[in-house]
């Protein structure tokens, strides 16, 4: 979960035919969910999940190595909003973090939320509290399913916000990432929750294991930093985990991974790799089966990890440098009263097993003053792909593309 506190101031990569082939596995008998909303051109919308990603890509590039999780998807929306509102140098620098210019960046926040909820593995809300003697902007104010008054007594306002991240998170994030002080006027939040089926499920405990006929789901991608292995566990709705692994430093690693899936580093599939050992992790061979068919497999350890995110440690990242200066007021587009970002958090959780995946994330930004066999024999491809910690993962919504959470697993869970 995602917020930003506001205060008032005193003044060749998994190319396509791989993709073909995870669409074709999951197509036979689970929906798809719509690419874009309704109201919007898909260029406009592939757009705004380019520029999503690359904040995303940002982000995973600071991974300092511990286990991890983030969503940039739950952040990007209410930094859109900001940039829609502000004004000097803070609107240069959240145009610059959101990627897209700070005039269409209110609808696009908001088109995002919507087409993420418009999938079934995912629930994407935005809420808005305010003190009652705050006037807001119409033509700013969000349509947040959840609005609500800030009461000023920080301590009943917690209870009420932290019941909302629970509720929206169906508990995986337990309370709001921010605290609510006697100064805050302003609670801008995001909830964001994925939950998925494996289309084929893993068998195992402590171990994970599966094998499957489908060696597109698997590549070597030849990034411009050096080869990453990347496996694909594809859910049954419209949501993929990618497992990724690599001898560089986790942020490389987490990048090469989001620029190959934006098909911006070649790839090969597991089916036309050499034998022997061409990428981290991936062994290619051939033995006497009496299966003719090739097989991939698979084995990964189980994890689960959460993460509480202070946004504005990385200031450049996130575009929140200069709207933190309390001497005077950054968001006119929002209030005629002067504001000034105080707190900008996310809590996240995310969690793999044998059966499927959850993750959550709450991100908030306020403001305040200032997840019988037969006897012949055949010479088969085996390949095996093993993601021992360190490792790293992805979720991405297939349709669209969008990069949901990153994240790392240091050692087993």
């Given at each position: 979960?995602?917020?930003?506190?506001?205060?008032?101031?005193?003044?060749?990569?998994?190319?396509?035919?791989?993709?073909?082939?995870?669409?074709?596995?999951?197509?036979?008998?689970?929906?798809?969910?719509?690419?874009?909303?309704?109201?919007?051109?898909?260029?406009?919308?592939?757009?705004?999940?380019?520029?999503?990603?690359?904040?995303?890509?940002?982000?995973?590039?600071?991974?300092?190595?511990?286990?991890?999780?983030?969503?940039?998807?739950?952040?990007?929306?209410?930094?859109?909003?900001?940039?829609?509102?502000?004004?000097?140098?803070?609107?240069?620098?959240?145009?610059?973090?959101?990627?897209?210019?700070?005039?269409?960046?209110?609808?696009?926040?908001?088109?995002?939320?919507?087409?993420?909820?418009?999938?079934?593995?995912?629930?994407?809300?935005?809420?808005?509290?305010?003190?009652?003697?705050?006037?807001?902007?119409?033509?700013?104010?969000?349509?947040?399913?959840?609005?609500?008054?800030?009461?000023?007594?920080?301590?009943?306002?917690?209870?009420?916000?932290?019941?909302?991240?629970?509720?929206?998170?169906?508990?995986?994030?337990?309370?709001?990432?921010?605290?609510?002080?006697?100064?805050?006027?302003?609670?801008?939040?995001?909830?964001?929750?994925?939950?998925?089926?494996?289309?084929?499920?893993?068998?195992?405990?402590?171990?994970?294991?599966?094998?499957?006929?489908?060696?597109?789901?698997?590549?070597?991608?030849?990034?411009?930093?050096?080869?990453?292995?990347?496996?694909?566990?594809?859910?049954?709705?419209?949501?993929?985990?990618?497992?990724?692994?690599?001898?560089?430093?986790?942020?490389?690693?987490?990048?090469?991974?989001?620029?190959?899936?934006?098909?911006?580093?070649?790839?090969?599939?597991?089916?036309?790799?050499?034998?022997?050992?061409?990428?981290?992790?991936?062994?290619?061979?051939?033995?006497?089966?009496?299966f003719p068919a090739p097989a991939l497999l698979l084995t990964v350890p189980p994890f689960t990890v959460s993460s509480s995110h202070d946004l504005l440690?990385?200031?450049?990242?996130?575009?929140?440098?200069?709207?933190?200066?309390?001497?005077?007021?950054?968001?006119?587009?929002?209030?005629?009263?002067?504001?000034?970002?105080?707190?900008?958090?996310?809590?996240?959780?995310?969690?793999?097993?044998?059966?499927?995946?959850?993750?959550?994330?709450?991100?908030?930004?306020?403001?305040?003053?200032?997840?019988?066999?037969?006897?012949?024999?055949?010479?088969?491809?085996?390949?095996?792909?093993?993601?021992?910690?360190?490792?790293?993962?992805?979720?991405?919504?297939?349709?669209?593309?969008?990069?949901?959470?990153?994240?790392?697993?240091?050692?087993?869970?």
């Amino acid at each position: 979960m995602a917020q930003h506190v506001l205060k008032a101031t005193g003044a060749g990569h998994p190319d396509r035919e791989v993709a073909r082939e995870i669409l074709d596995v999951v197509r036979r008998g689970w929906p798809v969910a719509p690419v874009r909303p309704k109201w919007h051109d898909l260029a406009t919308v592939q757009t705004i999940i380019a520029a999503a990603n690359a904040l995303t890509g940002r982000w995973a590039a600071a991974c300092s190595g511990s286990s991890t999780v983030a969503a940039g998807a739950g952040a990007w929306p209410l930094l859109a909003l900001l940039a829609s509102a502000a004004d000097g140098p803070g609107r240069d620098e959240l145009e610059k973090a959101v990627g897209l210019d700070a005039a269409s960046a209110r609808d696009a926040g908001l088109a995002l939320v919507d087409l993420l909820d418009a999938s079934p593995a995912i629930s994407s809300a935005l809420a808005l509290w305010m003190r009652h003697d705050l006037a807001l902007d119409p033509s700013w104010t969000p349509p947040a399913r959840t609005r609500g008054t800030l009461t000023g007594d920080p301590r009943e306002d917690q209870r009420r916000l932290d019941a909302w991240a629970s509720e929206r998170t169906g508990g995986l994030i337990p309370a709001l990432p921010i605290e609510v002080t006697d100064e805050s006027r302003l609670v801008l939040a995001n909830a964001l929750t994925v939950r998925t089926r494996w289309f084929e499920p893993f068998h195992g405990d402590t171990v994970l294991r599966r094998s499957t006929g489908h060696l597109g789901l698997a590549c070597v991608a030849a990034a411009p930093t050096g080869a990453v292995t990347m496996a694909c566990v594809a859910g049954t709705d419209d949501i993929d985990l990618h497992l990724v692994r690599g001898a560089q430093s986790p942020g490389t690693v987490l990048t090469a991974a989001i620029g190959t899936l934006d098909h911006r580093h070649p790839a090969v599939t597991a089916a036309d790799l050499p034998e022997g050992t061409p990428g981290p992790g991936i062994t290619v061979r051939y033995e006497e089966s009496p299966f003719p068919a090739p097989a991939l497999l698979l084995t990964v350890p189980p994890f689960t990890v959460s993460s509480s995110h202070d946004l504005l440690s990385l200031p450049d990242v996130f575009g929140l440098a200069t709207v933190t200066d309390p001497s005077r007021g950054h968001f006119p587009g929002i209030s005629a009263a002067p504001l000034a970002v105080g707190q900008a958090k996310q809590n996240a959780l995310a969690r793999f097993d044998a059966h499927g995946f959850e993750a959550a994330a709450v991100t908030a930004i306020a403001a305040a003053p200032g997840g019988a066999p037969p006897t012949t024999t055949h010479r088969a491809r085996r390949v095996e792909v093993t993601f021992d910690p360190p490792f790293g993962f992805l979720t991405v919504h297939r349709p669209s593309g969008l990069v949901l959470t990153t994240g790392w697993i240091s050692r087993p869970s």
